[in-house]
């Protein structure tokens, strides 16, 4: 995850808020009505759509929001139908781009990713062709905790965790995708709050990007994360380290 580890270091510091452009609720909301549509809309059964609320409470959605969301995807309000599906492709320096895709309007959607791809450096690929360089896995963040690394990494291995690491100020567990609930629950009850918790796609491998093509790509991603219809980015670019965002 290094990075998107430095990809999260570079988004805070040009200090950029979706909230600010009123689009966190529009895709918290998705995000909620997707895992209702596949999972059902019981969060007790349906883990997907558990994670979903838990995310969009802490991101203060309403609770009337997430109820209408739940009542359009399955059926007993009418709204908008979303589908889910999977756009692959690749950036500058012969980056791995992995899209999560929420959309409407598959073909207005594709259209616009391509133009997006094809404008900064890239190109959207073919179904399966960087599918295979990403991992399906559980991640949970921990960022304030009394307990040592030791601690921690102790409470993540009893509860089943893949791997522990340190990423700058922040703790970051892995876990298979389907243990992710028990291993967020095991470190609560000890007392370890987790700020997120999340089904991600990890690069097997990366690839280092320097000089204009950092840049292509920082852009890149960031107009891609910026598009209404992603749900998620993911990506195997290694940033340099003292590689920073044009906040121009």
């Known amino acids: ?3 998107h580890s430095k990809w999260a270091n570079i988004k805070r510091k040009k200090a950029k808020v979706d909230a600010v452009k009123g689009t966190v609720f529009s895709r918290l909301t998705k995000e909620i009505m997707a895992a209702a549509k596949r999972g059902g809309g019981n969060p007790e059964t349906n883990f997907r759509l558990r994670l979903a609320i838990q995310k969009a409470k802490a991101n203060n959605l309403p609770q009337a929001n997430i109820d209408r969301a739940i009542r359009r995807a399955t059926g007993q309000e009418e ?3 979303y589908e889910e599906t999977v756009y692959e492709g690749y950036g500058p320096g012969g980056v791995a781009v992995y899209l999560q895709i929420l959309t409407d309007n598959r073909n207005r959607t594709a259209g616009e990713i391509r133009h997006i791809f094809s404008r900064h450096g890239g190109a959207l690929g073919e179904s399966g062709c ?8 559980g991640r949970l963040v921990i960022t304030d905790t009394d307990k040592s690394e030791e601690e921690l990494l102790d409470l993540a291995i009893e509860a089943g965790a893949d791997d522990l690491r340190r990423e700058d100020d922040e703790f970051v ?4 995708p ?3 609930d028990q291993v967020r629950e095991a470190f609560e ?3 370890v709050k987790v700020s997120e918790a999340e089904l991600v796609q990890l ?3 990366t690839t280092e990007v320097s000089g204009s093509d950092a840049t292509q790509l920082a852009t890149l991603i960031e107009l891609l994360e910026d598009h209404d ?8 670019g290694e940033f340099p380290d003292d590689f920073e965002l044009d906040e121009a």
Not at 130 to 137: D, L
């Open 229 to 236: 219809d992603v749900e998620k980015v993911f990506f195997n």
């Open 178 to 180: 389907d243990a992710l």
């Open 1 to 3: 995850m290094s990075g």
């Open 203 to 205: 690069p097997k491998t």
């Open 130 to 137: 960087v599918a295979w360089m990403f991992e399906p896995k």
């Open 173 to 176: 567990v892995l876990t298979a």
């Open 189 to 191: 009850s000890q007392h």
């Open 79 to 81: 709204g908008v139908h």
